[in-house]
T-cell receptor, first 115, second 112 residues
Framework: SAVISQKPSRDICQRGTSLTIQCQVDSQVTMMFWYRQQPGQSLTLIAT?????????ESGFVIDKFPISRPNLTFSTLTVSNLSPEDSSIYLC????????????FGDGTRLSIL | GESVGLHLPTLSVQEGDNSIINCAYS??????FIWYKQESGKGPQFIIDIRSNMDKRQGQRVTVLLNKTVKHLSLQIAATQPGDSAVYFC???????????FGGGTRLMVKP
């Protein structure tokens, strides 16, 4: 399966600032997704990153807070804007093929803490 | 490591015993299911999947059982080893795309 690299692996940020997380895949993939995993919780889908068009956001997540880019088939970024302590989470990138019923494969995540 | 699994249900088993992790899913229209293993500091790792036209699928030391009547999925791990200690998540496909809905997770602890 594809090798998925996320940067940074962890960061500590000040309130009110923003952090951009990068997801790089070693092969072209059709689907890329961004998830949030709050402490002690399961994974919640933030959005589907669409190549060449605007991301598709899940209920409760908005573009102003979580802008996403996907300039090509191997790369995506997630920005978490105007950081507050509630944004302290693990943010995970995943990828899958375009055919139906294929597993998603995950990067190791970005661990974000807000001071 | 971070607190992944800190507040999740915990299953504690003796090394060498078999483990059974259960998951109830909600959408009767789901036709594809996946089990993931998440170790501390890592992302979820694909273990095994099953389509709804099957009741059972076996991998290396793992078996997934699907009961569509009661919307229940289980993961059986044979001869559990210390390296199996992790948080395990089930996931179901949500719609025509490849989006997944994740279950709450179970933390497996293996006692030596």
């Amino acid at each position: 399966s594809a090798v998925i690299s996320q940067k940074p692996s962890r960061d500590i940020c000040q309130r009110g600032t923003s952090l951009t997380i990068q997801c790089q895949v070693d092969s072209q993939v059709t689907m890329m997704f961004w998830y949030r995993q709050q402490p002690g919780q399961s994974l919640t889908l933030i959005a589907t990153a669409n190549q060449g068009s605007e991301a598709t956001y899940e209920s409760g997540f908005v573009i102003d807070k979580f802008p996403i880019s996907r300039p090509n088939l191997t790369f995506s970024t997630l920005t978490v804007s105007n950081l507050s302590p509630e944004d302290s989470s693990i943010y995970l990138c995943s990828v899958s093929g375009g055919a139906r019923n294929q597993p998603q494969h995950f990067g190791d995540g970005t661990r974000l803490s807000i001071l | 490591g971070e607190s992944v699994g800190l507040h999740l249900p915990t299953l504690s088993v003796q090394e060498g015993d078999n483990s059974i992790i259960n998951c109830a899913y909600s959408n009767s229209a789901s036709d594809y299911f996946i089990w993931y293993k998440q170790e501390s500091g890592k992302g979820p790792q694909f273990i095994i999947d099953i389509r709804s036209n099957m009741d059972k699928r076996q991998g290396q030391r793992v078996t997934v059982l699907l009961n569509k009547t009661v919307k229940h999925l289980s993961l059986q791990i044979a001869a559990t080893q210390p390296g199996d200690s992790a948080v395990y998540f089930c996931a179901e496909n949500r719609d025509a795309g490849n989006m997944l809905t994740f279950g709450g997770g179970t933390r497996l602890m293996v006692k030596p």
